[in-house]
């Protein structure tokens, strides 16, 4: 059980387009939904907190024009990077979490913006 | 503040050694959670193991084990006889009812050399 998909598992897109990220929890209902992005060789930063049915929580410094979160459902939340550019590239990894504090992870989404 | 310290950026080895993953937290919370995760290359999170500040029971799975000293604030983790396999990054994190979100510490590179 716990299970997270993440599609696209990779994705190359040409720079000013915009691209979607989907996030799904499989087999339980996400309350709360977490999209990190992690750059080569660091680790994973918190960008944006979304609860189901509510605007996203960004954390300082992230654009919130720029990824725009939706978490219209208990099992689905994607994020769209606006205008992508070429240092928009980077791993994005989406979790999820039903009640307490148990996060599961989602494969991730390598993002390439040429 | 919610810190996370993982002193060790990169570790080699060389198989069948055995190594120690230091993990250094600071939380002002009385009740948190203490994960450690794998990430091999394919980026894709592993969860290893979890402990709340309550159960400073030491534990052991397989070649894994974890030392967990509140006094020191440390959870450290050792790998016995390690292999080609361990090779990964490997993230300590924290997590606290207070500040409700999970934060990384910078992740130590082990690789583990034939």
């Known amino acids: 059980g716990a299970v997270v998909s993440q599609h696209p598992s990779w994705v190359i897109c040409k720079s000013g387009t915009s691209v979607k990220i989907e996030c799904r929890s499989l087999?339980?209902?996400?309350?709360?939904m977490f999209w990190y992005r992690q750059f080569p060789k660091q680790s994973l930063m918190l960008m944006a907190t979304?609860?189901?049915?509510?605007?996203?929580?960004?954390e300082q410094g992230v654009e919130k024009d720029k990824f725009l979160i939706n978490h219209a459902s208990l099992t689905l939340s994607t994020l769209t990077v606006t205008s992508a550019h070429p240092e928009d590239s980077s791993f994005y990894i989406c979790?999820?979490?039903?009640?307490?504090?148990?996060?599961?992870f989602g494969p991730g989404t390598r993002l390439t913006v040429t | 503040a919610q810190k996370v310290t993982q002193a060790q950026t990169e570790i080699s080895v060389v198989e069948k050694e055995d190594v120690t993953l230091d993990c250094v937290y600071e939380?002002?919370?009385?009740?948190?959670?203490l994960f450690w995760y794998k990430q091999p290359p394919s980026g894709e999170l592993v969860f290893l193991i979890r402990?709340?500040?309550?159960?400073?029971q030491n534990e052991i799975s397989g070649r894994y084990s974890w030392n967990f000293q509140k006094s020191t604030s440390s959870f450290n983790f050792t790998i016995t006889a390690s292999q080609v396999v361990d090779s990964a990054v490997y993230f300590c994190?924290?997590?606290?009812?207070?500040?409700?979100?999970?934060?990384f510490g910078a992740g130590t590179r082990l690789a583990v050399h034939p």
């Open positions: 979790s999820a979490r039903e009640i307490g504090y148990e996060q599961y």
């Open positions: 087999d339980f209902q996400a309350t709360t």
């Open positions: 979304s609860n189901e049915g509510s605007k996203a929580t960004y």
């Open positions: 939380t002002r919370d009385t009740t948190y959670y």
């Open positions: 402990r709340n500040s309550f159960d400073e």
């Open positions: 994190a924290l997590f606290s009812g207070g500040y409700n979100k999970l934060i």
